[in-house]
């Protein structure tokens, strides 16, 4: 059975840093891109940030360049985003996703796989 599991959530305030992990368990994904989203309340689900299969390639969404890191560990099964500069707007709930595909997609249409979801509350 596939597993996402998120950790490292929660509050904060403007300007500190948290660092979220997602596990994943139950089939190989070292040959498919992932990636992390967030969904505020009353919208949509957007991308964050994305890593392609090897972990050589990244992308994000304009508002996070230069504070967010998101990076994979494939012996690990792990992908992780660091923020620093947290903002108000950061306040979300963020999912991490595995995509159909090897290279990085900002589509959530693209993605198979995804975990539960963790709240990250940033206070100003």
């Known amino acids: 059975q596939v597993q996402l599991v998120e950790s490292g959530g929660g509050l904060v305030q403007a300007g500190g840093s948290l660092r979220l992990s997602c596990a994943a368990s139950?089939?190989?994904?070292?040959?498919?891109?992932m990636g992390w989203f967030r969904q505020a309340p009353g919208k949509e689900r957007r991308f964050v940030a994305g890593?392609?299969?090897?972990?050589?390639?990244?992308d994000y969404v304009d508002s996070v360049k230069g504070r967010f890191t998101i990076s994979r560990d494939n012996a690990k099964t792990t992908v992780a985003l660091q923020m620093n500069t947290l903002k108000p707007e950061d306040t979300a709930v963020y999912y991490c996703?595995?995509?159909?595909?090897?290279?990085?997609?900002?589509?959530?249409?693209?993605?198979?796989?995804w975990g539960q979801g963790t709240q990250v509350t940033v206070s100003s």
């Open positions: 996703a595995v995509s159909f595909y090897s290279n990085i997609n900002d589509d959530p249409n693209s993605y198979h796989y």
């Open positions: 139950g089939r190989d994904f070292s040959s498919r891109a």
């Open positions: 890593v392609n299969w090897s972990g050589g390639i990244t």
